[in-house]
């Protein structure tokens, strides 16, 4: 039995390292996979070894030492397969896709370890007692249900999150009364990382029935500004002015092209709406270009931009008194 597996161990080993060469799912077949089952393969052939010569035949549990120790050590090196596997998806991926492959290694990473959890019960002969167990818990799983459902609801609303796809890691979005960039996406919950260096953590569950707005999920954003001239000025030359400015803007696109028009006539001035169009990562700082680049020049031009001005008017004649230099 010992030179078997030993056998075994090498021929594997050496059958996924060159795989590993030329594969493409070099993520979960490459050198640490071919380690760690060579590894696991030896230790369980040992275990076997010596349950074969009645060195583990003592039985703790209702059950033999040889079976709780391979139970143990599938766990185990499962464990470490799978977080070697998260690992190295991780670390493959490129930078644009890094966000959606964090979220599938950890559902990958979970969903081995939940596995290998359930076959090293059954290997341990635990299987019929569990479920004796399971059966007779019944009643304080219902119990402990309503207790758990938010972790539940949380858990399934992540799924659909992951399948949804409304946001991704690195992604500025404003969601649940926050604003911020998401810094991470967890199976329970999600972590925003708000402008002003704060750390919110948002359960999915609030997070799916919120509406999210993603601010660069699309290449292009639009700049909406709004820009106040007083009445006696030409709102023609207004216009002109302010769209020469964006032109001259490098990163204002020209297609779709820039609008300026009057939009409205307000209480104190003749409002002109401007619309223009920017690569969402640079949305933030061409809206403030725009702003102050549009103020520069209508001051050049001598366009004036009013401020607020009220008339009070009073129901009985107001008397003035004026002191002279002397105090009189």
Do not use: C
């Not at 075994?8 to 050198?31: D, P």
């Not at 007692?129 to 399971?134: F, W, Y």
Request: proline content about 3%; hydrophobic content about 45%; cysteine-free.
């Amino acid at each position: 039995m010992l030179v078997t597996g030993i056998i075994i161990a090498k021929v594997l080993k050496k059958y996924l390292l060159n795989l590993s060469r030329s594969t493409k799912y070099v993520w979960i077949i490459n050198e640490d996979t071919a380690s760690t089952l060579h590894n696991l393969i030896m230790v369980v052939t040992l275990v076997y070894t010596f349950d074969a010569l009645g060195l583990l035949s003592l039985k703790i549990a209702g059950t033999r030492i040889s079976n709780l120790l391979t139970a143990f050590l599938v766990f185990y090196f499962s464990y470490l397969l799978a977080k070697k596997s998260k690992e190295y998806m991780i670390m493959r991926s490129s930078q644009q896709k890094l966000p959606e492959v964090q979220v599938k290694a950890k559902l990958f990473y979970y969903t081995l370890v939940t596995l290998a959890f359930f076959i090293a019960l059954n290997i341990a002969g635990f299987t019929g007692k569990l479920t004796t167990l399971l059966a007779a818990a019944g009643i304080t799983g219902i119990v402990l249900g309503f207790a758990s459902q938010t972790v539940v609801s949380n858990f399934i609303s992540g799924i659909f999150m992951y399948f949804d796809k409304p946001l991704k890691i690195g992604d500025p979005v404003e969601v649940a009364g926050y604003s911020g960039i998401v810094h991470d996406i967890r199976i329970l919950s999600t972590r925003i990382r708000t402008w002003d260096g704060l750390l919110v953590r948002i359960p999915n569950e609030k997070l799916f029935n919120s509406e999210i707005k993603n601010l660069m999920k699309y290449p292009a954003r639009r700049v909406d500004v709004t820009v106040g001239i007083a009445y006696k000025e030409d709102a023609q030359k207004a216009i002109e002015v302010i769209k020469k400015t964006l032109n001259e803007m490098p990163y204002v696109l020209a297609e779709p092209e820039p609008l300026v028009f009057v939009d409205n006539l307000g209480d104190n001035s003749v409002n002109i709406a401007v619309r223009a169009w920017a690569p969402s990562e640079k949305w933030f700082d061409v809206r403030t270009q725009i702003v102050q680049k549009i103020k520069e020049a209508l001051d050049r031009e001598g366009i004036e931009i009013p401020f607020p001005q009220r008339v009070n008017w009073f129901a009985e004649e107001l008397r003035v008194k004026i002191e002279g230099e002397n105090g009189t």
